[in-house]
């Protein structure tokens, strides 16, 4: 193979696939190019020198608490706390779905995510990466709705704490396309939202309270900052104000700094 073919590769996969899918894949090529390399089994890698569409994001709008209200308020009222656990802990779904009340210590006031319901799939499988299994600060509005809907719905036998009438787990799609797509239709939220946007709003509300974009990161489970940074800096708040102040504050302080003075007859 060469780098003409890779590039054509790449150019008819583009019509087909979104940008970051594409870029995924040709850093995988260039991975295993790069090790073939190194294993002497091919010359050179011809994955270079490729031109890809560029990756465009749209900037993320989060939900406002008062959305999370009304859509919580439009849930069935078995699956009221499912709303307000997920947009006070930015879980994902399946870590949602998964949660064991063995997994939430009301005394120390923190949660444990240890396990998740991978799609189409009702067994425990743990976290996909190390830092997805975390400890995240239970907020005392999550800890009085998962108190009341554990006096209204008693958990599992093995501690699940959300489950449908029958006593069982709910799938992801059963919860996310038919119950949660019809509380956000009659919420009147803005069409095509799902239950990721909670954790979108988790992320948003931290950020807007100042926690740094590493905590942000750690509390939501991510490897690193940087995809916090790229997704959610826009909803930082005063950052450019803050920075000004920052050298400002710096500079005023600093007593070698020389400081204006009024010139010499």
Known sequence: ????????????RAKVLAPTTLRNLVGLLRSIYAAAVLDRLVGRSPVVRLTLPAAHRERIVPLTVDQVRALAEAMPRRNRAM???????????GELLALRVQDVD???RTVRVEWQFAPQSKVRTEPKTRRS??????????AEAIEKHMQDW??????????TRFGTPYRHDFYGTLIFR????????????????????????????????????ERLGHENANLVLSTYGHLMPDSEERTRRAVD??????????????PKA
């Open 1 to 12: 193979m060469v780098p003409s073919e890779v590039q054509a590769w790449a150019a008819d």
């Open 83 to 93: 709303v307000i656990v997920q947009a006070g802990l930015g879980l994902r779904l």
């Open 106 to 108: 009301l005394a120390a």
């Open 133 to 142: 299994r975390r400890s995240v600060p239970l907020p005392r509005v999550v």
């Open 154 to 163: 008693p958990p599992a036998e093995d501690g699940t704490l959300f489950t």
């Open 182 to 217: 019809k509380a956000v239709a009659a919420a009147g939220l803005p069409e095509g939202t799902t239950s990721h946007d909670l954790r979108h709003h988790y992320a948003s509300v931290l950020l807007m309270q100042g926690e740094s974009v590493i905590v942000v990161a």
């Open 249 to 262: 504050d710096a500079w005023s302080c600093a007593p070698d700094v020389p400081q204006n003075e009024p």
